[in-house]
């Protein structure tokens, strides 16, 4: 890898960098994580959490099958609810997954181009 930081953009206005020993995950100006490439355990990538996908499938059908034949207005609050989930699930895609050294779980990350991110911290780790 360069000196040169490489730089990811992130979902809602978030960056990560990639450097030689570290990774940097910049939140806002003044809030950010740094990682040493050596504490990094694993990383994976989800594409989506299928359970929640079709959970809020059946919310949905649930929703129009109770609204249909029972009560208007209790189906729609289950639309309602099935939209807002599968809305909620839709910007959780692609998710990449950190495993560090020290901490219990992983730290996740939304990029913009996840394959990339997820080829470069994979490579990351085949480097140290």
Known sequence: MSPQATEIELRKRKTIQFRDKNIQVHHSEH???TIETRAIQRVS??????????LSALLLLFG????YTTHVLGGLLFIVLGSWSLYRTYQNR???????D??????TIYPVAPKRCHSLLTSLIQQK
Do not use: E, Q, R
Not at 45 to 54: A, G, T, Y
Not at 94 to 100: G, L, N, S
């Open 45 to 54: 990538m989800k594409l989506v959490d299928w359970n929640l996908v079709s």
């Open 94 to 100: 692609y998710a990449v997954y950190i495993w560090t």
């Open 31 to 33: 809030d950010s994580v």
């Open 102 to 107: 020290g901490k219990a779980g992983p730290i």
């Open 64 to 67: 129009g099958y109770f609204a």
